[in-house]
């Protein structure tokens, strides 16, 4: 048996057992694995991947699929190629192929689909933004989930919360909500509206942290000026919550360690990067970072203080809008925009002006269907890799445990393009890995983990120019149409996006009558889509929801990035619903 990591865009970073037989088993010996794995782990070699290279629909083999590739971008100039990297694996070495791009001089997709807005905000306040593991969470007294489902998305949190006071803060009634004592539905959109609202009434009654505020933070009384220009009434409206909510929320925090965990769903909006900055701004009124069983925790930056290989100065242009049309030959690796990117019609459009659309992957899906040449990827025990997770401090190494059959490395097809052109190649694999662990790795009760984690996250002091917190003083709210519903976009367990088993039903509130399978029109200035839908209680009456990865669902969402870190803002748009005769 040996022992390797879990690759997927996830908080857990799972340590795996690998037997014989490839059968995969949670390392019992992790501190944060424990011995359990997902569904899509403990089903992983059931789910289908390609199998063989494919030209025009044709099997050809890796080497004449490799030749085509070397062929194509030596006939299309740099500046009408595109590189598109996604998430489907969040090793180290899957940026290898950015070097051969960005040497090539080729256009570079820079941005996220997922948490850059947020990561923007949360750096801007406390210079990095820092991992809360569930090491730490354990020893907190009162944890809000704040926008984040454990169950689905961080499985190997939940032990931490057991025993402790739980506050969720979600549109959607999540399961853990049953548990919790206090669940405030917000408003979607309104996350911001109401941070302030909870920091102005911790200002009111005098809860905050003077000391910490005091010897931590940059512009207190600036943020503090700021807040005097809201009425407490018009944050709740705009949150959609109640001041007895608010008194309650005090009262279950008051003299607590208390840990805040922040999720996605909260930031994908044009001022994403303000909204974390507002729920930051409110821990550090509570004085929570730096101390044991206290923080905000996102996604962190997982590779803070390590040395970055494959960092490149290149031509870019931002992923969430970025116009496949303007390119003749498009790269796209591990992602799948034909479904995951925002306008998706306008996505689908572009991809199919392309004379040469390249698919680099693992799995089948709706932009590997378009392709004109589909090479296979080794899975990630066919390849040497390193893992840093953005939920914990430890080091997941991932050594090569069987050979691959059908697929090649993002290292080996690297270096294959390199020197096809003559550029220079990369250093030895092993090399490189190993200087990635050396740069920033500690020994820790037999473990690897990051050097940033040896003291408590901002015990010493924040990564701001002052070392000090910097609150929010403003923001640019961008407001919604008034009619219409929120479309909410969230994960479910069987399903990572479009990996794996997805999930197509429209959920609507009870409140509008509708039965299961009824048929309705969704429209919304991007696009118009049908579907079957399935009644919810646990929704608010102004929302609807669809999980990511549902069919068409990227029709209805918006053209647009966030105000800060290109990011995309799926929530930025409201629809309308008709339903079918």
């Known amino acids: 048996m040996r022992l390797t990591t879990c690759p997927l865009d996830c908080f857990d970073g799972c340590s795996i057992v690998v037997a014989e037989n490839l059968k995969l088993k949670g390392n019992k010996a992790h501190p944060i694995t424990q011995g359990y794995l997902c569904h899509h782990l403990n089903h992983y070699h059931q789910f289908e991947r390609i199998e063989e290279p494919r030209y025009l629909g044709q099997s050809i083999s890796m080497d004449e699929a490799l030749k085509i590739l070397v062929e194509k971008l030596k006939c299309h100039a740099p500046s009408q190629t595109l590189y598109f990297k996604g998430s489907g694996n969040l090793g180290v070495m899957q940026s290898a192929s950015k070097r051969f791009f960005a040497e090539h001089h080729a256009i570079l997709a820079s941005g996220s689909l997922c948490d850059e807005a947020g990561d923007a905000g949360i750096c801007e306040g406390r210079g990095a933004n820092l991992a809360l593991s569930p090491l730490h969470v354990k020893e907190a007294e009162v944890v809000i989930l704040w926008g984040r489902n454990p169950s689905v998305t961080n499985s190997h949190m939940l032990p931490s919360l057991k025993g402790k006071t739980l506050i969720v803060i979600d549109p959607v009634k999540i399961d853990l909500a049953n548990h919790a ?4 539905q917000v408003k979607p959109k309104g996350d911001l509206f109401l941070a302030l609202a909870l920091a102005k009434a911790l200002l009111h009654v005098k809860q905050e942290d003077k000391v910490f505020l005091q010897e931590r933070t940059l512009n207190f009384e600036a943020f503090r000026e700021f807040l005097e220009g809201f009425t407490q009434e018009e944050l709740l409206l705009k949150a959609d919550v109640s001041t007895s909510q608010i008194e309650q929320f005090l009262e279950l925090i008051y003299g607590k360690k208390v840990c805040i965990l922040a999720g996605v769903g909260v930031q994908k909006y044009r001022f994403g990067h303000s909204v974390l900055r507002s729920i930051d701004a409110l821990g550090a009124l509570l004085g929570l970072f730096g101390k044991e069983g206290c923080g905000v925790g996102y996604l962190s930056n997982s590779g803070f203080g390590f040395y970055a290989p494959f960092k490149v100065k290149a031509q870019t242009e931002p992923l969430p809008i970025v116009d496949f049309s303007k ?3 498009v790269f796209i690796q591990g992602g799948n925009p034909m479904s995951q990117m925002p306008s998706t019609l306008k996505v689908r459009e572009g991809i199919e002006k392309a004379s040469c659309v390249v698919y680099f992957g693992l799995h089948e ?6 392709a004109h040449l589909v090479i296979p990827a080794c899975s990630f025990l066919e390849k040497e890799d390193v893992k840093l997770s953005y939920g914990h401090p430890f080091i997941g190494k991932m050594p090569k445990i069987v050979e691959s059959e059908v697929g090649i490395s993002e290292y080996a097809l690297s270096q294959t393009l390199l020197n096809a052109f003559g550029y220079t190649p990369l250093e030895e694999e092993q090399t490189i890995l190993e200087k990635v662990i050396a740069s920033n790795s500690v020994q820790k009760e037999g473990f690897l983990i990051s050097k940033s984690y040896a003291d408590l996250p901002y015990a010493k002091g924040f990564y701001t120019p002052s070392g000090r917190f910097k609150f929010l003083e403003s923001f640019d709210e961008e407001p919604l149409l008034d009619e219409g519903f929120y479309l909410i976009s969230a994960k479910q367990n069987r399903s990572l996006n479009s990996q794996f088993i997805t999930d197509d039903y429209l959920y609507v ?18 696009g118009k ?6 009644p919810c209680e646990e929704l608010r009456d102004d929302c609807l929801l669809l999980y ?7 029709v209805l969402t918006p053209h647009l990035m966030s105000q800060k870190g290109d990011c995309a803002v799926y929530q930025e748009v409201k629809v309308r619903l008709d339903k079918k005769k």
């Open 548 to 554: 990511s990865g549902a069919k068409n669902g990227n």
């Open 327 to 329: 390119f003749e030959l």
């Open 365 to 370: 899906n709706e932009t590997s269907q378009k």
């Open 529 to 534: 889509c049908e579907y079957a839908v399935m």
């Open 181 to 184: 004592t206090l669940h405030l």
């Open 509 to 526: 509130p009870k409140s509008l009558g509708l039965e299961q399978e009824d048929r309705v029109l969704l429209s919304s200035p991007y």
